[in-house]
């Protein structure tokens, strides 16, 4: 009977001796990446337990179950990165090899005097609408409209004709997610893009349109509002 108690305290202290030697700790070499869309890479995480991956916002990259990231739209993300102990927190940015134009201030939440105080005096200024010419090599103005409580309710930049490949197919496709062809009353057919694979989750519409003979209009607007911008883009 000792001999049975003796053996079994023995396994059990040894038990304990091998789980405490397990190191739970993840050990990453960097936890910061940036990267261009289709970009891929690898991350190297170390420890005793098995890892898992996961990424906060597939939109910006994904991650598969041995930690290769591939990186999506433009933005930020992070992977998490677990045990069962332990958490590491791996950023990615993902940043836009084509800068047609600079990416419009979109704080659909500001008065319009809150952006004269942050993009400075305008060129051109309306009750509703202020304008600054002059905004790229390829755009000859960008407006911001509001509405009547003041707030904004679209930003409109007009593009010149010839640089419709560098527009549809590098500068809007690497920040966000085509969903195709539409028409609204007013503005006639287009393309339209979302900022998030699906209209339910998608925050922003972007709604590129024929907008006279030498220029295409690019239309940024909240998805939730469209009606609204188009009543007033008809007016």
Do not use: W
């Not at 994904?62 to 677990?82: D, P």
């Not at 958490?87 to 940043?95: A, P, W």
């Not at 005096?121 to 103005?141: A, F, G, R």
């Not at 010839?162 to 809007?172: A, I």
């Amino acid at each position: 009977m000792k001999k049975i108690t003796f053996l079994l305290l023995s396994i059990i202290l040894f038990s304990c001796s091998k789980n405490e030697n397990i190191n739970t700790d993840i050990t990453v070499v960097t936890t910061f990446k940036s990267l261009y869309k289709g970009d891929k890479f690898q991350i190297k995480a170390i420890s005793d337990l098995d890892i898992l991956f996961e990424s906060e916002n597939k939109f910006h990259a994904t991650v598969t179950e041995n930690g290769l990231v591939t990186a999506g739209f433009v933005g930020n993300t992070s992977i998490f990165i677990s045990n069962d102990r332990n958490n590491v927190e791996f950023s990615i940015t993902v940043n836009p090899r084509y800068t047609l134009y600079p990416d419009p201030l979109l704080n659909f939440k500001l008065t319009k005097k809150e952006f004269i105080n942050i993009l400075g005096s305008p060129d051109n200024e309306s009750e509703h609408t202020i304008k600054y010419t002059d905004y790229s090599d390829v755009s000859d103005y960008i407006s911001y409209i509001f509405n009547e409580e003041n707030k904004l309710t679209y930003v409109r930049v007009h593009v010149n004709k010839n640089n419709y490949e560098d527009l549809v197919l590098r500068f809007l496709d690497e920040r966000y997610a085509l969903q195709g062809t539409v028409a609204y009353e007013g503005l006639g057919n287009g393309t339209l893009y979302y900022n998030d694979f699906e209209k339910s989750t998608a925050t922003l519409s972007v709604f590129v349109y024929n907008f006279d003979a030498e220029n295409f209009a690019v239309l940024y607007f909240p998805n939730s509002t469209t009606a609204s911008v188009v009543r007033l883009l008809s007016k």
